[in-house]
């Protein structure tokens, strides 16, 4: 009895799957298009270059890359010359990001320019801001070379 049930419905699934590859195909009707397809409602909300929540993201993350990829000890030890590069240097309508430059301190007692981005809704989840950085002469991995130009609008 049981194997009949599961062999029709079997037989059911396999016409279903059968049909829908043999009729036409339907253009979307307004309201699948529509249905919680807002589009992105950006508030323009992205910290200050000099606020302390990016710069210590990019403290913290700048230490575990020297040390987990490059066994280094090299620390951010401090930020100095903070300046805005340009905020939304797109079109209106694209995601906000603030575009920021500064002498980085660090730890061996040299200085090196830092380039970092912060961006609406791009950290974790998409809840809060996040940080995208480079430090130049630091950039091992080459993921914003040449000179992190990459890393600038």
């Known amino acids: 009895m049981r194997r009949g049930i599961l062999r029709s419905i079997m037989v059911l699934a ?3 799957v059968a049909w829908g ?13 529509n249905f919680w397809m807002m589009g992105p409602r950006y508030d323009g ?12 993201q990019i403290t913290a993350r ?9 066994n280094s000890k090299l620390e951010l030890v401090g930020f100095e010359n903070i300046r805005e ?11 906000p990001r603030r575009f ?13 320019l830092i380039y970092y ?7 974790m989840l998409g809840t ?5 950085w480079c430090v130049v002469g630091l950039d091992r991995n080459w993921a914003y070379n040449p000179q992190c130009k990459m890393a600038r609008p």
Do not use: M
């Open 21 to 33: 590859s043999i009729t036409r195909a339907h253009a979307a009707a307004w309201w699948e298009k």
């Open 14 to 16: 396999c016409a279903a």
């Open 128 to 132: 809060s801001y996040g940080v995208e």
């Open 117 to 123: 981005s912060i961006v609406e809704d791009t950290g």
């Open 45 to 56: 909300n992205v910290p200050l270059c000099h606020e302390h929540g990016p710069l210590d």
């Open 85 to 95: 590069v340009a905020w939304e240097p797109w079109r209106s309508g694209t995601i």
């Open 100 to 112: 920021c430059a500064a002498s980085a301190l660090l730890s061996d007692g040299k200085q090196h």
């Open 62 to 70: 700048f230490a575990i890359k020297e040390y987990r990829f490059w």
